[in-house]
């Protein structure tokens, strides 16, 4: 039976590799992504269109904007599958789990190093995570990036210290609130555009509500806004993952 | 592209792939899963795709490796196969 695998492993692996001599070579002018008429306009038009300097936030939230939305509910609907299958509410009557021997001991969060370096760096990590989403029109990241950071920076509040540390910090009811209400904001900003008359998602629309100087700028606001909305779907999620696992599902005595 | 670099990088690929997926003790296979996510993170700065290198060092070596590592702290340390 190993051998029948790495048979089919080796044949299929052999497959792909065979695959990969029809594909252009790396960044050659003429392949599809880099020359098709999409692209040109995306790069030529990003900064009269929304101006933002970055393509890649202006084609993820703007241009193909409800990509990222699935995307979004995407993330919210696995945080929110994950807590559905190991989230438990009563303790009582169910099968005594075996403790790990590999269990955190008793009186472990007061390791001092530990404990004080990661609450010296838990502020100063948020901070960058609020850069990372602010700055997205400008530099590499935004919304998914920055989420992902501010969600991190309570997984290692968790993990110094306690699950319960963090979730004092970031219960229960809040980051499941905070998980649809990001999907909220994304879907709230393009049903805005709608109610002004223009179609799901132009932010143009905006520009009668946003202290903007024209449909650009306008646009540029909403890139931001559905950032935001990204970044608070996508922290409470990991977070939310996080606490189930760590915990069994019972958002106590976890890692 | 340096192509020594990317030669070293895909050495180590390789390398980390291999023993994450060898090795018994499950603590030590994520945190060497940590590493090949670190890799290829490198790999996709190389390759000029920096929110993508951004993604993967944020998702794929912070997050998930604390991810698996809270639930091998669920299970058993040791792998049985």
Redesign the interface.
């Given at each position: 039976m190993r051998a029948f695998g790495l048979i089919i492993v080796l044949l299929t692996g052999g497959l792909l590799l065979w695959g990969v001599r029809d594909f252009p070579l790396?960044g050659a002018a003429d392949s599809p992504a880099n020359g098709g008429v999409v692209t040109a306009y995306y790069l030529q038009h990003t900064m009269q269109d929304a101006r933002v300097p970055n393509a890649?936030t202006t084609v993820l939230a703007d241009y193909r904007s409800y990509d990222t939305m699935f995307e979004t509910a995407v993330i919210f609907t696995a945080g929110i599958a994950i807590f559905a299958i190991l989230r438990v509410f009563d303790d009582r009557g169910g099968r005594r789990l075996r403790k790990?021997?590999?269990?955190?001991v008793k009186g472990d969060q007061y390791r001092i190093i530990v404990g004080t370096t990661s609450r010296l760096l838990i502020a100063p990590i948020q901070l960058f995570a609020l850069y990372?989403l602010v700055h997205g029109h400008h530099s590499?990241?935004?919304g998914?990036?920055g989420g992902?950071?501010i969600?991190?920076s309570f997984?290692l509040l968790a993990?110094a210290r306690n699950l319960q540390t963090s979730l004092d910090r970031f219960p229960e009811r809040r980051f499941l609130a905070m998980g649809a209400g990001g999907v909220l904001i994304y879907a709230g900003t393009g049903l805005l555009c709608m109610l002004l008359g223009r179609n799901f998602l132009d932010y143009g629309a905006l520009q009668a509500v946003l202290p903007a100087t024209g449909p650009e700028m306008a646009r540029s606001h909403g890139i931001f806004a559905v950032e935001i909305g990204v970044a608070v779907t996508v922290s409470a999620s990991?977070f939310a993952?996080?606490a189930m696992?760590?915990s069994?599902g019972r958002l106590k005595d976890?890692? | 592209m340096i192509w020594q670099f990317d030669t070293l990088l895909l050495v180590l690929l390789i390398v980390a792939a291999v023993i994450s997926l060898r090795i018994k003790d499950l603590l030590a296979a994520s945190v060497v899963f940590g590493i090949y996510s670190f890799l290829m993170c490198l790999l996709w700065a190389v390759m000029a795709a920096v929110d993508v290198a951004f993604t993967e060092a944020a998702v794929g070596a912070g997050v998930s490796t604390l991810f698996m590592i809270a639930t091998v702290y669920q299970t058993t340390r040791r792998s049985s196969d």
């Amino acid at each position: 039976m190993r051998a029948f695998g790495l048979i089919i492993v080796l044949l299929t692996g052999g497959l792909l590799l065979w695959g990969v001599r029809d594909f252009p070579l790396f960044g050659a002018a003429d392949s599809p992504a880099n020359g098709g008429v999409v692209t040109a306009y995306y790069l030529q038009h990003t900064m009269q269109d929304a101006r933002v300097p970055n393509a890649v936030t202006t084609v993820l939230a703007d241009y193909r904007s409800y990509d990222t939305m699935f995307e979004t509910a995407v993330i919210f609907t696995a945080g929110i599958a994950i807590f559905a299958i190991l989230r438990v509410f009563d303790d009582r009557g169910g099968r005594r789990l075996r403790k790990s021997q590999d269990a955190p001991v008793k009186g472990d969060q007061y390791r001092i190093i530990v404990g004080t370096t990661s609450r010296l760096l838990i502020a100063p990590i948020q901070l960058f995570a609020l850069y990372v989403l602010v700055h997205g029109h400008h530099s590499p990241g935004g919304g998914f990036q920055g989420g992902v950071i501010i969600g991190a920076s309570f997984l290692l509040l968790a993990v110094a210290r306690n699950l319960q540390t963090s979730l004092d910090r970031f219960p229960e009811r809040r980051f499941l609130a905070m998980g649809a209400g990001g999907v909220l904001i994304y879907a709230g900003t393009g049903l805005l555009c709608m109610l002004l008359g223009r179609n799901f998602l132009d932010y143009g629309a905006l520009q009668a509500v946003l202290p903007a100087t024209g449909p650009e700028m306008a646009r540029s606001h909403g890139i931001f806004a559905v950032e935001i909305g990204v970044a608070v779907t996508v922290s409470a999620s990991m977070f939310a993952v996080y606490a189930m696992l760590a915990s069994r599902g019972r958002l106590k005595d976890g890692l | 592209m340096i192509w020594q670099f990317d030669t070293l990088l895909l050495v180590l690929l390789i390398v980390a792939a291999v023993i994450s997926l060898r090795i018994k003790d499950l603590l030590a296979a994520s945190v060497v899963f940590g590493i090949y996510s670190f890799l290829m993170c490198l790999l996709w700065a190389v390759m000029a795709a920096v929110d993508v290198a951004f993604t993967e060092a944020a998702v794929g070596a912070g997050v998930s490796t604390l991810f698996m590592i809270a639930t091998v702290y669920q299970t058993t340390r040791r792998s049985s196969d």
